[in-house]
């Protein structure tokens, strides 16, 4: 297994557009978070899923967000009319139920 | 609500030079303590962790002792390396009676100068 796998690593959209954006975990991971980081910010938290059920989202989380596990495995998270101050490095992360988070490289975000 | 306070940076130290970054947390149940660091252009990679009082994490030189008493995590290295130059955030993980979720600090920078 090759870790946690993030596409695109990068995407530049014009406001107002829709970005779509995919995490791959681990495989035997059963947890999935989504992190947005801004420059030289920690990780701020957006969302969790435990399998298939997306068990907490962040008061950051706006409704233009909205993030899916649909069958316990990849992860997608949108982001609808996108805005200048969505520009970020949205970071995808899993583990299993005992273990550490494992990061993938994120994807790096620019709204035009 | 959970939280975790890590000093603010830049950090910049000559190589061979000792490292302290502090950490202090805030948590409402017993929470796990990680140490992950950010190399440039890179992700965020597990340096170490500890998961109960008094717990030692340790990982390439570098030590972390969970101290409940003073709600601290505090990051050292006896002897800094350039390629140490990093990012470096303090986290927390409160389960299971917590969500699980990993509540990060702002990150302190660090700088190693040959």
């Known amino acids: 297994d090759t870790g946690v796998s993030q596409d695109p690593r990068h995407k530049i959209t014009k406001r107002g557009q829709n970005v779509t954006f995919r995490c791959d975990p681990i495989?035997?991971?059963?947890?999935l978070y989504w992190y947005r980081q801004t420059l030289g910010q920690g990780p701020e938290f957006l969302t969790y899923?435990?399998?298939?059920?997306?068990?907490?989202k962040s008061r950051l989380l706006s409704d233009r967000f909205s993030a899916e596990r649909p069958k316990g495995s990849f992860s997608t998270l949108e982001i609808q009319r996108t805005e200048q101050g969505d520009s970020a490095m949205y970071l995808c992360?899993?583990?299993?139920?005992?273990?550490?988070?494992?990061f993938g490289q994120g994807t790096r975000l620019t709204v035009v | 609500g959970d939280s975790v306070t890590q000093m603010e940076g830049p950090v910049t130290l000559s190589e061979e030079a000792f490292l302290t970054i502090n950490c202090t947390y805030t948590?409402?149940?017993?929470?796990?303590l990680f140490w992950y660091v950010q190399y440039p252009g890179e992700g965020l990679q597990l340096l170490l962790k500890?998961?109960?009082?008094?717990d030692k994490g340790s990982n390439k030189g570098f030590e972390a002792t969970y101290r409940k008493e003073t709600t601290s995590f505090h990051l050292e290295k006896g002897s800094v390396q350039v390629s140490d130059s990093a990012v470096y955030f303090c986290?927390?993980?409160?389960?299971?009676?917590?969500?699980?979720?990993?509540?990060f600090g702002t990150g302190t920078r660090l700088k190693v100068l040959a």
């Open positions: 992360a899993s583990s299993s139920e005992a273990g550490e988070a494992f």
């Open positions: 495989s035997e991971h059963n947890r």
């Open positions: 899923f435990q399998n298939e059920a997306q068990l907490e």
């Open positions: 948590a409402t149940g017993y929470p796990s």
């Open positions: 500890a998961t109960k009082a008094d």
């Open positions: 986290a927390l993980s409160v389960g299971p009676s917590g969500t699980y979720k990993y509540i």
